[in-house]
């Protein structure tokens, strides 16, 4: 749990940019999608959820966007605060009813 | 103050030795999950239940056990079959229907072995 951002792909932004977050799934039949926010030595939060009928989907300060073409799912985050600093990681529910999640990705806040 | 609590926050096992993770949830959820998480890995699904007395294995169960005595609780038991235990566990809730959705966590244990 401490170290739950380890070896991953790192994003660094400026504190009041916007920043985008990537995520590629792998099975095109995949209904549900879903994004974690996971701070060191906490459990993942809920960030936001989409499903496969809808390619858009806004929260506060948050939006998902859902391309089914490329199999690509991406978080904004609008304004990125130094307590947006954390591992952000999705999940898709395929096939056996089951979520499946990626790796994260760790963003940087930079004051 | 609803929500899931995993306890405790740190635990170390010695050779040889099983032990019992704790979960519960207030939530009113009838599903719960077991998840493990490696450094710089996604999680991996142990066991679920979607409901009392019942419970399913899920990608890595082998050396692992839980149980489902009641709603609000969801043990999981780390055997001495387990070989690699060390790893930060997560305890997950949600409601059944629809299943495997919005999943809350609770705030994980790190298991060590001494």
């Known amino acids: 749990g401490e170290n739950v951002g380890l070896h991953l792909p790192t994003l660094s932004v400026q504190e009041g940019d916007n920043s985008i977050i990537n995520c590629a799934y792998s099975?095109?039949?995949?209904?549900?999608f879903i994004w974690y926010k996971q701070e060191s030595g906490k459990g993942p939060q809920f960030i936001i959820d989409?499903?496969?009928?809808?390619d858009k989907r806004q929260g506060q300060r948050v939006t998902v966007l859902l391309n089914k073409t490329v199999k690509h799912l991406s978080l904004q985050i609008a304004a990125t605060q130094p307590g947006d600093s954390a591992v952000y990681f999705c999940?898709?529910?395929?096939?056996?009813?089951?979520?499946?999640f990626g790796k994260g990705n760790q963003v940087v806040v930079i004051p | 103050d609803g929500g899931i609590t995993q306890s405790p926050k740190y635990l170390f096992r010695k050779e040889g030795q099983n032990v019992t993770l704790s979960c519960e949830q207030n939530?009113?959820?009838?599903?719960m999950y077991w998840y493990r998480q490696d450094p710089g890995q996604g999680l991996r699904l142990i066991y679920y239940?979607?409901?009392?007395?019942?419970?399913q294995k899920g990608d890595i169960a082998e050396g692992y056990s839980v149980s489902r005595e009641k709603k609000e609780s969801f043990p999981l038991t780390v055997t001495s079959a387990q070989k690699n235990p060390t790893a930060f566990y997560l305890c997950?809730?949600?409601?059944?229907?629809?299943?495997?959705?919005?999943?809350?966590f609770g705030s994980g244990t790190q298991l060590s072995v001494l």
């Open positions: 999940a898709e529910r395929g096939g056996n009813n089951r979520l499946a």
């Open positions: 997950a809730s949600s409601p059944t229907n629809p299943t495997n959705e919005k999943l809350f």
């Open positions: 939530l009113n959820h009838d599903a």
């Open positions: 239940s979607q409901i009392v007395n019942d419970f």
């Open positions: 099975n095109s039949a995949s209904d549900y």
């Open positions: 989409i499903r496969s009928n809808m």
